[in-house]
Structure formats: C-alpha cells, structure tokens
C-alpha cells in the first residue's frame, strides 16, 4: 500500500486530496482555533486567558518545524518529513486523551503542534512542485475550509453531547475523532514522496538564497500582513456576531456553513488556474474582502453580519492560493511556499494582538475591522512590487 502512495502520479485529483487531507490534519490548532479555546476553557476549566495560552502554544510548535522543513526542502524526504509529522501528532493527541493537567497538557500541544508544523510545512513544498500550483493550492485550500466547516459545526454539539462512553465524552469525545482522522492522516501521508523535485531544482542555490531573493521576500512579507488582517477579524469574529443580535449558537452555524460556502472559492481557483495570471485575481480577492468589511461596519444585523462574513470567507478561500501560487513560480522545490506558511502563521498570531489593541476592554469590534482593512490595503503594496522587482531579477540572471 505503502509503496503505491510514493509512485501515484503527483498530477492526479487524487493525489492532491490524500496530501491536502495530511496538510488540514496537521493545521488542526488552526483550523478549529475558536472550538479549541472554547473546549480548553470550558471542558478542561483552564480559563479563557489560559486556554489561549495553550492553543498559542500548539501554533509556536507548528510554526517552529515550519522553518526547520523550510530550510531543508530541497535536501529531505518530503514523505518522510510529513510521515514522522504525523507520528508526532498521533502520539501526543493520544496521550492528550488521559492528561488534563494545565501544564503537561499544554507540553502536549506544544509536541503535537511539532509534528503537525512538519507535515504542513512538506505539504505546502510538494504541492508547490506540481506542473499547475494553482489547481494544486485551489484544492488544498478547498479541503483547509471544508472539513473546518463540519467542525464548527458537529464539535460543539459533540463536546456537550452523551459522547460514546464515560472516558469518551465532552472534550475526550472531541479529541477522539481528531485523533482517529489524524491517525487516517499518518496512514496516507506516504503520498507525499509522489512529489519529486525537478532536475533542474536539485543542487543550485541554498535554501537560504531562495528565500533572500527581493521577489521571494516580497511575497512572504506579504503573506505575513494578509495573515495579520485575516486573523485580525476571524479572532473576533463570535464578538462580532454577538454585536449584530446573534448569539453564540446562531453565530458558530453562520460560521459553519460560511466556512463549508467557502470552498466555492478555491473550486473557481481550479477552474480559473492562471487563466487571467495571478496577480489580478489576487487583487479582486482582497478588494472583496475590504467591502466586506465595508458591510460590517455599515450593517450590524444578523443580515448584515452574515453576508459579510460570508464574502470575507469567500474571498479569503480564493486569495490564498495565488499568494502561494506566486511563490511557487519563484521556486518549484516548495522552499519559499513553506516559508511563506511560517511568515503566514506568524501573520495569524501577532493579528489579532495588534486589533486587541483597538478593540480593547468594552469590546468595540469596530476597531478590529479598521485594522483589518488598513491591513489588507498593506498587504497589496509588497504584492504589486513583485513583479517589477521578479523582472528584474530574471533580467540579470539571463
């Protein structure tokens, strides 16, 4: 079994969802973010300060063998790299199903999140060395919000349901699934060998090289600052709800079934691929995604809040994969997209810090939306100096 998944043809639909499905498993911090705080807060009884902490902690893990895998893209085993991941994470979500104190528990996520940030990092570099990234990415991205979408929507009412036995139930009822699908994960995650490094990529430039070229550059700063304003209005985005006259019910199923919406996004990727080239779909996805703050601010009702959530959503599953799309034509060994994941994920931490800031203590979410859409504008500046700067570079190296 194991040895058909490393010879699968790395351009097959098929391919692409069993490497997609190990990447959504090892992001699973990310994915479900705001259901893991609430279970960590209210199931385990850390708090919500500490249950913050600890979510935080599984996302520096992620983050940290992110950058390890990065700078080894083209000298390790992709599918080695993904499968150990996945080992790691199976291991320590399973002992998470039977150690609830605050701080082993927490060194738990934290090992996890080690395992999980290899096997994305892997993910995001295989994916980058298909002959069509934006059909490959469209497909990640899709399956990055539909199975969430099931997740916002089943895990709260699992975690507050019967469960399946008395060890099984509330949090550990939750955990246990995750740990089934990841345990799926491990068992694919060998496909991940399919993708192989293109002649022309072997030897040349360090990993390192890749990564300083301005146009490479460019791109992962861009990342970074469309992550911050993307996590700037997601960590509010109950709050908000809760401000147009939902309440926290209503408001987690409007997120669910925007989320599982979203996949509309990245299938008119796949559809569209570089049809119209990368940049201009880029730039259509963010300016929807600033009039959909322009709906949030303007019409704060359910109705209001559910169609701006809703373009923000869509548009954000559309947008990202041409970012990492771009960052693949600069590098088909996948070195400068996994980077870009950590520049991503370091975006998505210091976001919602930097809108705490304007929100503040009476909870005015109005602040986290101007902060996102100054964010995104940001966000367009480094994004349209890469092709002039990638010009240029091509010009000297021919």
Known sequence: MFSKLRTMNPESTLTICLASFVGVMALTPLMILPILVFAYDEFLGFGPDVAGRVSSAGLAGIALTTIIVALKAKHWSLGKASTLGMVTVVVFTAIGLFVHSVWPFTLLVFLAGLGGGAAQAAVAAALARSNQ?????????????????????????????????????????????????????????????????????????????????????????????????????????????????????????????????????????????????????????????????????????????????????????????????????????????????????????????????FVGADGNYVGAIWVAVILFVVTLVPMLMIKTVRRKELMETS
């Open 133 to 357: 990234p934006e059909r490959s990415f469209g497909i990640y991205i899709g399956w990055q919000f539909a199975l969430p979408a099931v997740g916002f929507w089943w895990f709260p009412r699992l975690v507050e349901g019967p469960g399946y036995s008395e060890f099984l139930s509330g949090f550990n009822a939750m955990l246990f699934v995750i740990l089934i699908l990841s345990a799926l994960a491990l068992l694919v995650s060998p496909v991940l060998s399919a993708f192989k490094l293109r002649s022309e990529d072997e030897g040349g430039e360090m990993e390192w090289g890749l990564i300083l070229k301005p146009a490479a550059l460019l791109s992962v700063v861009g990342l970074a600052i469309y992550g911050a304003a993307n996590a700037s209005v997601w960590a509010y985005s109950e709050g908000m709800g809760e401000d147009a006259g939902l309440d926290i019910y209503q408001t987690g199923d409007i997120i669910a079934y925007v989320t599982g919406l979203s996949v509309l996004g990245p299938i008119l990727v796949v559809w569209l691929k570089d049809k119209i080239g990368h940049y201009i779909p880029l730039i259509g996805g963010i300016l929807a995604q600033i009039i959909a703050m322009y709906v949030l601010l303007t019409i704060q009702t359910p109705t209001g809040y559910t169609v701006g959530i809703g373009i923000f959503s869509v548009a954000w599953a559309f947008t990202w994969p041409y970012f990492l799309s771009i960052q693949a034509t600069f590098d088909h060994s996948g070195t400068v997209t996994s980077f870009g994941q950590f520049t991503n994920l370091a975006g998505n931490a210091v976001g919602p810090l930097v809108a705490a800031s």
